[in-house]
């Protein structure tokens, strides 16, 4: 079955520091979606890339879209506390209207 | 606009006991899924509905989890009964296809933690 998976699974960084998850998927993916959670809340979405190579940017965030649609990665530019989450991606096939969430990524930003 | 409404958002049962989760997606929205999310673990689609049909029950435990969605509107997912692994999060999300021809964003709702014991 399809697989989407995360690395790393937890980063603790400094505040001001970068930080940089990636997203790999098993297959190759018609678009891929990006995810925040925050400590015991809900996934919030973020941000949609569909077009291969594809990268686009939210004030600190960017994200990128693989060449090949099956990897993605999101980069935060001097993290903040306010960015402590855990982030997920979440892919999806063509045809198919389903998600399929990755690992996750933890982040702890120490001030 | 209101969010997607869930309830109860806790819930502690004992194994073998029956539960049952409620959902109200946001107004408009045809599409609505149910996830399992277990603690520290990314969210599992257990079952995704079209109005009031069932698009995808691939991954729902149909031995002990049930779902429905009557009038295209609220849902229910009910486990019946319940084991020890139940004990996570499940969460509601809603999304709509714009006219415009875009990709669906799915909104989630703050999620039911259940524990059973």
């Known amino acids: 079955g399809q697989q989407v998976m995360q690395i790393p699974q937890y980063q603790h960084v400094q505040e001001g520091e970068d930080f940089t998850t990636y997203c790999n998927s098993s297959?190759?993916?018609?678009?891929i979606q990006w995810y925040k959670q925050r400590p015991g809340g809900h996934p919030v979405f973020l941000i949609q890339l569909v077009k291969s190579g594809e990268v686009k940017k939210q004030k600190r965030l960017t994200f990128q879209f693989g060449e090949a649609k099956k990897n993605s990665s999101l980069h935060i530019t001097a993290t903040q506390t306010t960015d402590v989450g855990t982030y997920f991606c979440a892919g999806a096939t063509t045809g198919a209207n389903n998600l399929f969430f990755g690992t996750g990524t933890r982040l702890t930003v120490i001030p | 606009e209101a969010g997607v409404a869930q309830s109860p958002r806790y819930k502690i049962i004992e194994k073998r006991q029956s539960v049952a989760f409620w959902c109200n997606p946001i107004?408009?929205?045809?599409?609505l899924y149910w996830y399992q999310q277990i603690l520290g673990q990314g969210p599992k689609l257990l079952i995704q509905f079209q109005n009031n049909g069932v698009v995808d029950d691939s991954q729902l435990p149909k031995d002990r989890f049930s779902a429905e969605r009557l009038k295209g509107v609220d849902s229910t997912l009910k486990i019946q009964p319940a084991k020890l692994e139940d004990s996570a999060v499940y969460l509601c999300?809603?999304?709509?296809?714009?006219?415009?021809?875009?990709?669906?964003?799915?909104?989630f709702g703050p999620g039911t933690r259940l524990l059973v014991l």
């Open positions: 999300a809603s999304s709509y296809r714009p006219g415009t021809g875009g990709l669906e964003t799915q909104y």
């Open positions: 107004s408009g929205h045809a599409t």
């Open positions: 297959t190759t993916l018609s678009n």
